[in-house]
């Protein structure tokens, strides 16, 4: 099992950007891939982003891809997600998730972190 650790959140105002950060440690070389959700009182659990720790690859939910970028650091086991242009609707809990598959499915991911609130103010 993965341990993941989400940092970066907090309050920001309309337009202004965050990075998350999420630190991962324990049986990571079986999950290859690393992704970003978020979720909101009451809705399921939204895919944002995803990255390969082995090749260059990466997967976007189409409305967020021109805002958002995924990123990753191998020699930490760092992932990151910039986030530019935030919204109000950008407000939620965003979590980081590790998996095997290049998905959009959250239950395709099999350990999460506690997760990080992102709070965007109009």
């Known amino acids: 099992q993965a341990q993941l650790v989400e940092s970066g959140g907090g309050l920001v105002q309309a337009g202004g950007s965050l990075r998350l950060s999420c630190a991962a440690s324990g049986r990571t070389f079986s999950r290859d891939v690393m992704g970003w959700f978020r979720q909101t009182p009451g809705k399921e659990r939204e895919f944002v982003a995803a990255?390969?720790?082995?090749?260059?690859?990466?997967l976007y939910a189409d409305s967020m891809k021109d805002r958002f970028t995924i990123s990753r650091n191998n020699a930490k086991n760092m992932v990151y997600l910039q986030m530019n242009s935030l919204k109000p609707e950008d407000t939620a809990v965003y979590y980081c998730a590790a998996g095997s598959m290049m998905t959009m499915t959250p239950r395709q991911f099999v350990d999460w972190g506690q997760g990080t609130q992102v709070t965007v103010s109009s």
């Open positions: 990255i390969r720790w082995s090749v260059s690859s990466t």
